[in-house]
């Protein structure tokens, strides 16, 4: 159990019973007005983030109730066991944790917990769980509504039937009607019997949602990763029910049908008005699926690397004597590096010791590449001055052309086919045999933009209005970043293995860090770093290295780390 947030924890220790009116997470306990101010003023405490108990009660009781040090020892916990999946204080690793070799800080381990992958991706299955529990409350109250109507589309037919016969009718016609009333009722019985076990679902899908909404908020990193695991179990049971819901007989779309008896207008031989059944077919809710979600969540957490975290190191200042404008650069797995010069009208290769290998020469304008690593070639996008990619052979010439029906600029390759911006017309695909063109974002794209493809987002610059633009690939807009401080005439981007977005930004003279989720930015290079008007940057997923291209005549080479 937690310390008592309710009354002051230091002047309870002097057996003083005050209220507290504010929460320190990090000494975990409640303080009162005069305690916080020593407690803000002190060299030792002075640091700690504080919050008033009246928002720190809004989190869920089962976090409140969780305790930051080892009930066992009484010590602030100091390390996690990934081998065992739990926190552990200092006499806890000698006493049981000694043999354990996947051992890590604490601070280490909830550090940015709440933008972590396991994190987000709760959040996602709890809405995508939502989105599936409200599609299944609507199909059964669809086919409720369904019922009502046959019924009284059904009753009507035997009315008009009733009156074309004599009084002898009327007995069936009862027994009929009641027929029908009784079979509609029972199927609405079961239905709107599985409507609120569905409604009891949603709303505690909600519920957990708000709840994740208030720890987000209010509750400290510890207290938010050992949440976690009892969201993800939570989480994890109203799975179990949806698909048990969806197991359900009463999930058949049960409909209402009529057959008229053959010897009704016999009315002697007739014994009823008709028969009314129930009909049963599969039901079409069609659902979007976590199994693979739900089994990364087993794994032990793995915290994305902050932007703030990341360093860059081992510079290496490259000469491009022969180049004029560098408007593209890519770097092979085996460690050579290709440039593309608009204004020499040619792609240049260099050795990974950054001497000169060869030059391609080309009849138009060369502006972005990327690389297709199953044929060894580079695709080049002409820019302003052409309609074409040209495929091109690294140790040789070019092989072949793809022929766009506007200027293509940036270029990225996702699979087996080719992602590009085309002026005025979007984001768009092509296999890489030129067939098959498709737009995957439909936008009037401006001249100058560059493309990043990582996992199913596509990322795109905008140097008109300073901005970029995440969508997924669906052409879904998912997020847009502008801060013109620190970005400004946006050209080449690319994305780390961890989903941070560097941009080349060319005003500034700089290069910008995006997370993830593209609320913040951090500059990584400026002009400090020797950075002129850069317009090209690469990163390179295997050896994590940056490569980053002035307009002229030098690029750059690090070490991400």
């Given at each position: 159990?937690?310390?008592?947030?309710?009354v002051?924890?230091?002047?309870?220790?002097?057996?003083?019973?005050?209220?507290?009116?504010?929460?320190?997470s990090?000494?975990?306990?409640?303080?009162?007005?005069?305690?916080?101010?020593?407690?803000?003023?002190?060299k030792?405490?002075?640091?700690?983030?504080?919050?008033?108990?009246?928002?720190?009660?809004?989190?869920?009781?089962?976090?409140?109730?969780?305790?930051?040090?080892?009930?066992?020892?009484?010590?602030?916990?100091?390390?996690?066991?990934?081998?065992?999946?739990?926190?552990?204080?200092?006499?806890?690793v000698?006493?049981?944790?000694?043999?354990c070799?996947?051992?890590?800080?604490i601070?280490?381990?909830?550090?940015?917990?709440?933008?972590?992958?396991?994190?987000?991706?709760?959040e996602?299955?709890?809405?995508?769980?939502?989105?599936?529990?409200?599609?299944?409350?609507n199909?059964r109250?669809?086919?409720?509504?369904?019922?009502?109507?046959?019924?009284?589309?059904?009753?009507r037919?035997?009315?008009?039937?009733?009156?074309?016969?004599?009084?002898?009718?009327?007995?069936i016609?009862?027994?009929?009607?009641?027929?029908?009333?009784?079979n509609?009722?029972?199927e609405?019985?079961?239905?709107?019997?599985?409507?609120?076990?569905?409604?009891?679902?949603?709303?505690?899908?909600?519920?957990?949602?708000?709840?994740q909404n208030?720890?987000?908020?209010?509750?400290?990193?510890?207290?938010?990763?050992?949440?976690?695991?009892?969201?993800?179990?939570?989480?994890?049971?109203?799975?179990?029910?949806?698909q048990?819901?969806?197991?359900n007989?009463?999930?058949?779309?049960?409909?209402?049908?009529?057959?008229?008896?053959?010897?009704?207008k016999?009315?002697?031989?007739a014994?009823?008005?008709?028969?009314?059944?129930?009909?049963?077919?599969?039901?079409?809710?069609?659902i979007?699926?976590?199994?693979?979600?739900?089994?990364?969540?087993?794994?032990?957490?793995?915290?994305?690397?902050?932007?703030?975290?990341?360093?860059?190191s081992?510079k290496?200042?490259?000469n491009?004597?022969?180049?004029?404008?560098?408007?593209?650069?890519?770097?092979?797995?085996?460690?050579?590096m290709?440039?593309s010069?608009?204004?020499?009208?040619?792609?240049?290769?260099?050795?990974?010791n950054?001497?000169?290998?060869?030059?391609?020469?080309?009849?138009?304008?060369?502006?972005?590449?990327?690389?297709?690593e199953?044929?060894?070639?580079?695709?080049v996008?002409?820019?302003?001055?052409?309609?074409?990619?040209?495929?091109?052979?690294?140790?040789?010439?070019?092989?072949?052309?793809?022929?766009?029906s506007?200027?293509?600029?940036?270029?990225?390759?996702?699979?087996?086919?080719?992602?590009?911006?085309?002026?005025?017309k979007?984001?768009?695909?092509?296999?890489?045999?030129?067939?098959?063109?498709?737009a995957?974002?439909?936008l009037?794209?401006?001249?100058?933009?560059?493309?990043?493809?990582?996992?199913?987002?596509?990322?795109?610059?905008?140097k008109?209005?300073?901005?970029?633009?995440?969508?997924?690939i669906?052409?879904n807009?998912?997020?847009?970043?502008?801060?013109?401080?620190?970005?400004?005439?946006?050209?080449?981007i690319?994305?780390?293995?961890?989903?941070?977005?560097?941009?080349v930004?060319?005003?500034t003279?700089?290069?910008?860090?995006?997370?993830p989720?593209?609320?913040?930015?951090?500059?990584i290079?400026?002009?400090?770093?020797?950075?002129s008007?850069?317009?090209?940057?690469?990163?390179e997923?295997?050896?994590?290295?940056?490569?980053?291209?002035?307009?002229?005549k030098?690029?750059?080479?690090?070490d991400?780390s």
């Amino acid at each position: 159990m937690a310390s008592n947030w309710t009354v002051c924890g230091v002047c309870n220790y002097r057996n003083i019973n005050k209220a507290s009116v504010v929460w320190c997470s990090e000494c975990d306990e409640g303080l009162c007005g005069e305690c916080r101010e020593h407690h803000g003023a002190s060299k030792s405490t002075r640091n700690h983030d504080t919050i008033s108990i009246t928002e720190y009660q809004k989190l869920p009781t089962n976090v409140l109730e969780i305790t930051q040090t080892c009930q066992k020892h009484k010590e602030h916990y100091q390390t996690f066991c990934k081998k065992h999946d739990c926190p552990c204080c200092r006499r806890c690793v000698i006493e049981t944790h000694n043999d354990c070799n996947d051992l890590t800080a604490i601070e280490d381990i909830v550090k940015n917990v709440k933008s972590s992958n396991a994190w987000l991706e709760v959040e996602q299955i709890l809405v995508q769980m939502l989105k599936n529990v409200q599609r299944i409350r609507n199909d059964r109250t669809e086919n409720l509504k369904c019922l009502q109507d046959q019924r009284v589309e059904i009753e009507r037919d035997i009315n008009q039937t009733r009156k074309m016969i004599n009084d002898h009718l009327d007995k069936i016609h009862d027994k009929t009607i009641k027929e029908l009333y009784a079979n509609e009722e029972n199927e609405s019985k079961r239905i709107k019997l599985l409507l609120c076990e569905i409604e009891d679902i949603e709303k505690g899908i909600s519920d957990l949602q708000g709840n994740q909404n208030n720890i987000r908020q209010h509750a400290s990193e510890l207290q938010t990763f050992l949440a976690l695991k009892h969201i993800e179990k939570e989480v994890s049971d109203k799975a179990e029910c949806i698909q048990s819901v969806l197991k359900n007989e009463d999930m058949k779309i049960k409909t209402l049908a009529l057959e008229v008896n053959k010897d009704v207008k016999n009315i002697d031989r007739a014994d009823c008005f008709g028969s009314v059944s129930v009909e049963s077919k599969s039901f079409k809710v069609v659902i979007d699926s976590y199994k693979n979600k739900q089994a990364q969540m087993m794994v032990p957490i793995v915290i994305s690397k902050c932007i703030d975290d990341i360093v860059l190191s081992n510079k290496m200042e490259i000469n491009l004597k022969s180049s004029g404008n560098v408007r593209g650069c890519a770097i092979l797995p085996n460690g050579q590096m290709v440039f593309s010069d608009n204004e020499g009208i040619k792609t240049i290769a260099l050795k990974d010791n950054c001497s000169h290998h060869l030059d391609i020469a080309l009849n138009t304008t060369a502006f972005d590449m990327a690389y297709i690593e199953g044929e060894h070639t580079i695709a080049v996008t002409t820019g302003y001055s052409g309609k074409s990619i040209h495929i091109i052979d690294v140790n040789r010439t070019r092989k072949r052309s793809i022929k766009t029906s506007a200027n293509p600029y940036g270029i990225a390759l996702k699979k087996n086919t080719l992602v590009y911006c085309k002026e005025g017309k979007g984001i768009m695909e092509v296999q890489l045999n030129g067939e098959s063109e498709k737009a995957l974002v439909c936008l009037d794209m401006p001249s100058f933009s560059y493309v990043a493809v990582y996992g199913d987002n596509m990322y795109y610059t905008n140097k008109d209005n300073h901005s970029v633009t995440c969508y997924d690939i669906h052409g879904n807009l998912k997020w847009e970043f502008k801060d013109t401080k620190n970005l400004r005439y946006p050209q080449g981007i690319a994305v780390d293995n961890n989903g941070n977005v560097y941009v080349v930004s060319m005003d500034t003279h700089s290069v910008v860090i995006i997370t993830p989720d593209g609320k913040r930015c951090k500059t990584i290079l400026s002009s400090r770093d020797g950075l002129s008007s850069p317009h090209a940057l690469h990163f390179e997923p295997t050896s994590n290295k940056l490569l980053v291209a002035n307009e002229n005549k030098s690029a750059f080479l690090y070490d991400v780390s």
